[in-house]
C-alpha cells in the first residue's frame, strides 16, 4: 500500500486545461484501480466542481440542505462505478468506514472529500485505509502563497 500526498493551487470553477483534464483522467484512471482519492481543499476551492468534472463519478453528499447531518449511507446508496462522499463529515463515520471495507472487498476505488488536513485525521478514518493506495490531493488557496 501506498499514500502520496500533492498539493495544488485551488482552481476554483476554472478546471478546463489540458492540465486539469489529465489530472481528471489521471485520478480517474488511479481510482479505477482501486485507489483512493482524499481531495481536501478550503470553502469555494473548487473540490466539488473538481468531483463533477471526473464524469462518470457518482456524488454522495450529505451536507446538502434538506439532508441530515450524520445520516447514514445505505448500502442501496452506493453507486455501481465511480463516486465520492463530498463533505465527508457530514455522514456517519461508521457507515464510511463500512463502503471503506465494502469496496476494498470488491477493489474498487472511489473519493472521500474533507475542507482540511486536520479533518481528515479528526475524523479518524486513516485505519479504515491502510491497505489501500490513497492519493491526497490538496487544493490550497492560490492567495496564501
Known amino acids: ?6 498539493s495544488v493551487a485551488a482552481p476554483g470553477h476554472k ?12 485520478l480517474r484512471d488511479f481510482m479505477e484501480r482501486g485507489g483512493i482519492l482524499v481531495l481536501i481543499g478550503p470553502t469555494r476551492s473548487g473540490k466539488t466542481c473538481f ?4 464524469a462518470p463519478l457518482r456524488i454522495i453528499d450529505n451536507s446538502r440542505s434538506g439532508s441530515r447531518r450524520d445520516a447514514p449511507i445505505p448500502p442501496g446508496d452506493v453507486p455501481p462505478g465511480l463516486f465520492a ?25 472511489f473519493a472521500i472529500v474533507f475542507q482540511r488536513p486536520e479533518s481528515f485525521r479528526d475524523y479518524e478514518i486513516g485505519a479504515h485505509l491502510a491497505l489501500q493506495g490513497v492519493q491526497f490531493l490538496e487544493l490550497v488557496d492560490h492567495t496564501l502563497r
Open 1 to 6: 500500500s501506498y499514500w502520496r500526498w500533492h
Open 15 to 26: 478546471q478546463d486545461s489540458r492540465d486539469w483534464l489529465e489530472l481528471h483522467r489521471s
Open 51 to 54: 468531483l463533477e468534472r471526473m
Open 85 to 109: 462522499i463530498d463533505e465527508t463529515h457530514a455522514h456517519d463515520r461508521r457507515d464510511v468506514a463500512r463502503v471503506a471495507a465494502d469496496m476494498r472487498a470488491e477493489n474498487r476505488g
